[in-house]
């Protein structure tokens, strides 16, 4: 007997996130939710009876986890109904908030109704800067979420969202996680898409803070202290080499906007090229297998070079769709990230650019998308 | 010292068996580990009822003539330190 191994099957999903709404009482400028999460066509959100049946179809697809987000997936007063049908189908249900919007009742109904583990995102250590990311006054209400999450023995993950205006205060960061009693701490440095590429310059950090933070990191790890560790995701602006898009197009995960239609990942619809099918229209096993968009880049016969010829070829897949897409304007390219992309400067560039002092104000997220969006400076 | 030692999860993590993938899974926060068929069979004993002791006892008639001490301590160990498994004492 060798122990356990990872004999993942690559050709069925593990993980759904459910984003069963964009609707949020938070601001923050890096938000991952489209730039037109407030157009029509998202406000047409599913309704319980669509959601429960894509539980049972993602159960007999192979998804084992499910993540209710959003936007605050707590807006959804149906959410009890549907973390029950996960628990029935014996899906392990993540709650991922932010914790604004808990009361004990309500929680404790979720936990009753089956939820596994809860998220709660943080902006900062202190009230006045978390609050400023938050574009709210939100940072009490977390903590108080947080234990009560805690008081009601649910696994707890603390995750902070890092960049330049968070990333000197990683020892309170982790202080606080400590003191919240995190079972769980993600810290995930800024992925530059929709809402925060367009703050990159102003939230991009510069190459001290992040060898102080990775420092502060493994120190932690080294002291264990949160039970279920650290997810660190890492600054992929200051990588060698891409990340894989979830693991790979297609191929380990799914994400399904209010409205229905079923992405790779949360912001392929970032994509235009791309048709997304929906699960009014389709089984979620037809859009796994059959559409077009899950189609489109999987595998690695699409991928030209210099990723066809690499070695890492099967790694990193070319990197991220969508960061190629927003880069060089093609999503079939070699993400900018990898230093053998003819676009790297890209990178360089905005690299160099954070090294300056000044930082430009943050565009929030508005329901008006980017142009007029309100200007805050910290 | 085995007698005296009842593998649990943690609050959290749960063991399921994954009828498309015919494999047990071992589910916790973010994560889902793939199982062969004899990390199941030991990971479906650690119930926090059976102490080790039990558990290796019960596997060895299973699996008659394997050395299993060793592989199920290895096993259940690396869970451990991922925080999925906890060691409960019962006092002597």
């Not at chain 1, 009560?148 to 902070?160: G, I, R, Y």
Request: hydrophobic share 35%; proline share 5%; aromatic share 8%.
């Amino acid at each position: 007997m060798r122990g356990h191994q990872q004999t993942m099957t690559t050709d069925r999903p593990l993980t759904l996130i459910a984003e069963l709404t964009y609707r949020c009482p938070l601001r923050c400028p890096y938000c991952s939710n489209p730039l037109d999460w407030g157009s029509d066509k998202y406000r047409q959100e599913l309704a319980t009876e669509d959601w429960l049946r894509v539980v049972q179809e993602a159960e007999r697809l192979g998804v084992m986890q499910i993540g209710f987000s959003g936007g605050e997936p707590l807006l959804r007063q149906d959410l009890e109904v549907m973390v029950e049908a996960a628990a029935r189908s014996g899906l392990y249900s993540t709650l991922v908030t932010a914790g604004t919007l808990f009361t004990p009742e309500r929680t404790a109904r979720l936990r009753d109704a089956g939820l596994d583990h809860v998220q709660i995102s943080i902006q900062d250590s202190r009230a006045t800067e978390s609050d400023a990311i938050a574009g709210t006054r939100s940072f009490e209400q977390k903590l108080a979420a947080a234990r009560l999450v805690k008081a009601l023995e649910l696994p707890l993950t603390l995750n902070f969202v890092l960049h330049r205006h968070n990333l000197d205060r990683i020892e309170e960061i982790l202080e606080l996680c400590r003191k919240l009693e995190a079972d769980r701490v993600e810290l995930a440095n800024t992925q530059y898409y929709g809402w925060a590429l367009h703050n990159r310059a102003a939230l991009l950090p510069t190459r001290e803070q992040l060898e102080r933070t990775e420092q502060a990191v493994a120190a932690a790890r080294q002291r264990r202290d949160f039970p279920m560790g650290i997810l660190y995701v890492i600054p992929d602006y200051y990588e060698e080499y891409p990340k894989p898009c979830l693991g790979g197009w297609g191929r380990r995960a799914l994400a399904i906007a209010p409205h229905g239609d079923v992405l790779p990942c949360q912001v392929a619809s970032a994509i235009p090229e791309l048709e997304f099918a929906n699960v009014r229209n389709h089984s979620l096993e037809w859009i796994w297998f059959e559409s077009e968009a899950f189609n489109r880049f999987r595998g690695t016969d699409w991928i030209s070079d210099p990723c066809q010829s690499c070695p890492r070829r099967e790694v990193d897949f070319g990197g991220c769709r969508c960061q190629a897409l927003l880069l060089t304007g093609d999503a079939s390219a070699t993400d900018p990230v990898c230093h053998l992309s003819p676009h790297h400067h890209r990178i360089v560039e905005a690299r160099e650019k954070a090294q300056m002092e000044q930082s430009p104000s943050l565009v929030y997220r508005s329901m008006q998308g980017v142009s007029v969006g309100r200007q805050f400076h910290l | 010292m085995e007698e005296y030692t009842q593998p649990r999860f943690v609050r959290g993590v749960r063991l399921r068996w994954d009828s498309v993938r015919r494999q047990h899974m071992l589910l916790f926060p973010e994560g889902a580990l793939g199982l062969n068929a004899t990390a199941g069979a030991v990971l479906e004993l650690c119930d926090g009822q059976r102490t080790m002791g039990a558990i290796i006892t019960e596997l060895e008639e299973r699996y008659p003539g394997a050395n299993l001490r060793s592989d199920v301590h290895d096993l259940l160990s690396r869970i451990a330190e991922r925080g999925l498994l906890r060691y409960e004492t019962i006092p002597e």
